[in-house]
C-alpha cells in the first residue's frame, strides 16, 4: 500500500482498504502451487464477519458477569468492561463503517458483506449486548444487597438516607453543576463524547415550555456512598453494611434549586457517544505533533453515533435530541437504567470488600532475580536469556533494566518504543534521568496509539525537554512494536542488551494483562535491534534481519514459510503442528494459510481471545483447527506462535496479531526464543495450562458461536489463570525454602 493512500482516509476506512490489498498482494506473490492449495478457499461462506466476531467477545466477557464462580464485585466490574468496550465499538469501529456508508462504498468485504449491511447488524447487535447487561445487571443487585452492597433509588430512600443524600447533593455536588439553557439566544448546548446528561422540560412562569440540559460531572462519583450521620463525607467502604445511590437521580432530585421559579416537567438521562477516528493527513502535515494535538481537539467534535435514552424518556424529548445532534434515529436506543456502565470499574475500586473480589495476590520475581539482592542485571543476562510472564512475575525487572541502563556508567545508549506507557510512567522517568546523566537516549513515542494521544504527547515534550531525541515514526504505519535496546561499553568493545516484549512499557497494565518479556544480548538480535531503530529513526531502508520478523519487512513472507514447512513436515510423515495464541485472527490470507495447513493434515490449536473470522471444524477444510477463548480475571494479550517442525521447535513471541492492520500498516517485531529451558516453559507450563482450561476456556463452534469446555467426567476443573497464579507462588516458595 503507496503512503499517499495510507495518508488519504481516516483509520477505519484504510483497515478495510488494507484487508483488500493484503489480499490481492498476498495472492500475487504465492506460486501457481501454493495458490493451487489454496483453491476455494476465498469462498465467503469460510469467513466470519470482523466486527460481528468482535460482538461474540463482547458477549463472551458478559458471560463473566453473569458466572456465579465469580465473586459479586468482579462480576460488576466486567459488566463495566462491557460498558467500556461497547463505547469504544461505537467510537471505532461502528463509526468507521458509518463513514464508508456516507462515502458510498458498496464493495462486499471477505465474508460477503456490504458496509451499509455489517453496520445494520452490528448496531443491533451490539444494541441487543447492551439490553442484556441491563439484565445481569438488574439480577445483580439483590444479591449484591445480601451482601452488603446496597445500591438504591433516591426514590426509595429512608429520611436518614434521603437527608445524608441532600446534604451531599448541597455541599458537594451543586457547586460543580452548570445548568445550560436552550432557547433563541442560547443554542443547543455542546454534548461531550460519553458524557452523562439530563434532558429537561420546564415551564416557566409565563407558561411557555422549554428545554435544558444539565451535564452529570465526571469529577464525582458515579454511586454516592450515603455516609452514616456524623460520618462527614468519609464513609468506611470497608463495612459491612455500604449504601450507594446513583448521582443522576441525586441532581434529578433537585433540579429545582438549579431552575428556580421554574416548574420541572420531566427530566431523563441520557447519554452520546462519537465518532473518535481521527483522519490524520500525515503527507500534509509540517509538524505531526501539531497534527495529532489537533486531532485529539477535533474528536470532541466528531458526529453522534449513539444516543442512550431510559425507557421513560417521552417522544418529545427524544425528537429534542435527534433533530439537535444530527443523529440518524436508528442510533438512539432506549435502556432501562443505569445509562453507561463502564462507572462500575470505579465502584469495584471504590469498595473495599475483598470478600467479594479475587484473592489478592503479589506477583513473584522469577527466580533468576531473587538470588542476588545487589543484583546486576546485565550480569544476569550475559548468563543466559530470561523470560518474564506478567502479571504472574513482577514488572520490577523491566524497570530495573531502564534504571540501571539510566544510571550505569558504562552504558552509552538507550533506545526504545513507547506505545502505551500510561500517565504514571517509571520507564520514562528512567529515561529522563538517563538523558540527564549524559546518555544518549532515543525514544519512538507513537503519537497515534489510539486514545492514548493525550499521554504520550505529553511525554514526548518532556522528553524532548531533556534533550532526549524523539521520533515519532514513519509515514503512514504505526509502531506497535515494543523493544528496549541499552549499548553497553564492555572492556574493548560494545555489547547490545534487549528488552523485547508482547506488551507495553505501563507498569499498571502489567498488573491487569498476560503479557511476555524476554531479556536477551544475542548479538544477531542486537543487530536486528539497531537495524530496527535506524529503520525507524533515519533514512535508512528496513534492511534483511536475521532473528527477527519485522512487519512490514517479512513477517508475512516469514510466517507463511513456516506454516507451509509444518505441510511439509505433515507430508513427510513427521506430524505437523502449530499452537498460535493471540488477541485476534482477522487477516484472510493467513487464515487460508492455515486452512491449507488443515487440509494437508496439519493439527492446529489457535488460542484467539478476541476476534476469529476463521471458522474451525469445517469438513474438507479446517477439520484439524481448533479455536479456544479464554476470558479470565486478566486480559489475555500476550502473542505466542509455536510451529512443531518436526520435533524442534520454533516459537516466536512478539506484538503483532494475525491482522491486516498488524501485517501491513503497523512496525511489529516477532522475535524468536532461543533458550531451550524457556522453550520447555512456554510449551510445558504455558501454553499446556491454557490448553488444559475447563473453567475460563469457550470452544468455537464452525458458526462463530462459543460453547464452554467442560472438563471430563472425573476430572478436576482446572482455570488456567489461577493455575498460573498458583505455580508462580509455588516457585517462589520453592526458592525460599532452598
Same mark, same amino acid.
Given at each position: ?40 478457499? +476465498? ?85 441487543? @449486548? ?143 457517544? +462519537? ?23 477535533? +474528536? ?5 453515533? +449513539? ?228 529503520? @525507524? ?119 503483532a496479531d494475525l491482522m491486516p492492520r498488524n501485517l501491513n500498516r503497523r512496525v511489529e517485531i516477532l522475535f524468536p526464543v ?65
Amino acid at each position: 500500500m503507496g503512503e499517499a493512500e495510507i495518508a488519504g482516509g481516516s483509520d477505519a476506512t484504510l483497515r478495510e482498504q488494507g484487508d483488500a490489498v493484503s489480499e490481492e498482494a498476498t495472492g500475487a506473490a504465492g506460486d501457481e502451487a501454493h495458490e493451487r492449495a489454496g483453491a476455494g478457499l +476465498r469462498d465467503p461462506a469460510l469467513y466470519i464477519n470482523r466486527e460481528l466476531s468482535l460482538l461474540k467477545f463482547q458477549a463472551r466477557v458478559l458471560d463473566e458477569a453473569r458466572d456465579p464462580r465469580n465473586p459479586l464485585l468482579e462480576r460488576l466490574k466486567f459488566l463495566g468492561i462491557v460498558g467500556s468496550n461497547l463505547g469504544e465499538f461505537f467510537m471505532v469501529r461502528i463509526a468507521g463503517l458509518k463513514q464508508q456508508v456516507r462515502a458510498g462504498v458498496t464493495e462486499r468485504s471477505g465474508d460477503g458483506r456490504t458496509p451499509a449491511e455489517t453496520l445494520a447488524e452490528a448496531r443491533e447487535g451490539a444494541f441487543e @449486548l447492551m439490553r442484556q447487561a441491563r439484565e445481569v445487571y438488574a439480577d445483580l443487585v439483590p444479591q449484591l444487597a445480601e451482601a452488603g452492597v446496597h445500591i438504591l433509588d433516591y426514590a426509595l430512600l429512608s429520611d436518614v438516607q434521603r437527608q445524608a443524600a441532600d446534604e451531599y447533593f448541597t455541599s458537594v455536588v451543586f457547586p460543580v453543576l452548570t445548568p445550560l439553557a436552550f432557547d433563541p439566544g442560547r443554542p443547543f448546548p455542546h454534548i461531550s463524547n460519553l458524557s452523562l446528561n439530563l434532558a429537561i422540560l420546564l415551564r416557566s412562569p409565563a407558561g411557555e415550555e422549554l428545554f435544558a440540559r444539565v451535564k452529570i460531572p465526571k469529577t464525582l462519583p458515579r454511586l454516592v456512598p450515603l455516609c452514616p450521620p456524623g460520618a462527614g463525607q468519609a464513609c468506611d467502604m470497608a463495612a459491612p453494611e455500604v449504601h450507594l445511590i446513583w448521582l443522576e437521580q441525586l441532581v434529578a432530585a433537585h433540579l429545582d434549586t438549579l431552575f428556580p421559579g421554574m416548574e420541572i416537567i420531566t427530566a431523563h438521562p441520557f447519554r452520546i457517544t +462519537r465518532d473518535a477516528e481521527m483522519q490524520i493527513q500525515e503527507l500534509e502535515a509540517d509538524d505531526l505533533l501539531e497534527t495529532i494535538e489537533e486531532g485529539v481537539r477535533r +474528536r470532541r467534535f466528531g458526529s453522534v453515533v +449513539r444516543v442512550s435514552v431510559d425507557t421513560s424518556m417521552p417522544e418529545r424529548l427524544k425528537g429534542i435530541l435527534i433533530e439537535n445532534l444530527r443523529v440518524d434515529p436508528r442510533d438512539l436506543i432506549t435502556l432501562k437504567p443505569p445509562l453507561g456502565m463502564s462507572g462500575f470499574w470505579d465502584v469495584h475500586g471504590q469498595l473495599q470488600r475483598p470478600d467479594l473480589k479475587d484473592p489478592a495476590f503479589v506477583p513473584a520475581l522469577p527466580p533468576v532475580f531473587r538470588e542476588d539482592e545487589e543484583r546486576d542485571i546485565f550480569a544476569l543476562i550475559r548468563e543466559r536469556d530470561i523470560l518474564v510472564h506478567h502479571p504472574y512475575d513482577s514488572f520490577q525487572p523491566v524497570l530495573e533494566f531502564f534504571e540501571q541502563a539510566s544510571r550505569d556508567p558504562d552504558v552509552l545508549a538507550i533506545k526504545t518504543t513507547l506505545y502505551r506507557v500510561g500517565r504514571r510512567a517509571p520507564v520514562v522517568r528512567a529515561l529522563l534521568e538517563a538523558a540527564a546523566n549524559g546518555k544518549e537516549v532515543a525514544v519512538l513515542v507513537e503519537l497515534k496509539a489510539r486514545f492514548d494521544e493525550e499521554s504520550n504527547i505529553e511525554w514526548a515534550k518532556a522528553l524532548e525537554a531533556e534533550g532526549v531525541h524523539v521520533v515519532y515514526g514513519l509515514l503512514g504505519l504505526k509502531t506497535h512494536s515494543k523493544i528496549a535496546l541499552v549499548v553497553r561499553r564492555e572492556g574493548a568493545g560494545i555489547r547490545r542488551y534487549l528488552h523485547l516484549a508482547t506488551g507495553n512499557y505501563n507498569a499498571l497494565t502489567a498488573q491487569q494483562y498476560t503479557d511476555l518479556g524476554m531479556f536477551t544480548c544475542d548479538p544477531a538480535m542486537g543487530a536486528d535491534g539497531s537495524q530496527v531503530f535506524n529503520y @525507524l529513526t533515519g533514512y535508512g531502508a528496513s534492511g534483511q534481519y536475521s532473528k527477527f520478523l519485522v512487519a512490514p519487512v517479512n513477517l508475512r513472507r516469514d510466517f507463511e514459510a513456516l506454516v507451509r514447512r509444518e505441510i511439509e513436515h505433515q507430508k513427510a510423515g513427521r506430524q505437523g503442528y502449530l499452537l498460535l495464541k493471540m488477541n485476534s485472527l482477522a487477516d484472510r490470507p493467513m487464515a487460508r494459510r492455515l486452512y491449507e495447513a488443515s487440509r494437508a493434515g496439519v493439527k492446529v490449536d489457535l488460542l484467539v481471545r478476541g476476534i476469529c473470522c476463521l471458522r474451525p471444524g469445517v469438513p474438507g477444510v479446517s477439520d484439524n483447527i481448533r479455536v479456544i477463548s479464554i476470558v479470565g480475571r486478566f486480559l489475555e494479550h500476550s502473542r505466542i506462535y509455536y510451529f512443531g517442525n518436526g520435533g524442534d521447535p520454533t516459537i516466536l513471541l512478539g506484538s503483532a496479531d494475525l491482522m491486516p492492520r498488524n501485517l501491513n500498516r503497523r512496525v511489529e517485531i516477532l522475535f524468536p526464543v532461543q533458550d531451550a529451558g524457556i522453550k520447555a516453559r512456554l510449551r510445558d507450563e504455558i501454553l499446556a495450562t491454557y490448553l488444559a482450561d475447563t473453567v475460563k476456556a469457550r470452544l468455537m463452534h464452525p458458526d462463530g458461536t462459543y460453547e464452554r469446555v467442560m472438563p471430563a467426567e472425573g476430572e478436576e476443573p482446572l482455570a488456567s489463570q489461577p493455575a498460573l497464579i498458583a505455580a508462580a507462588g509455588a516457585a517462589s516458595e520453592a526458592l525460599t525454602a532452598g
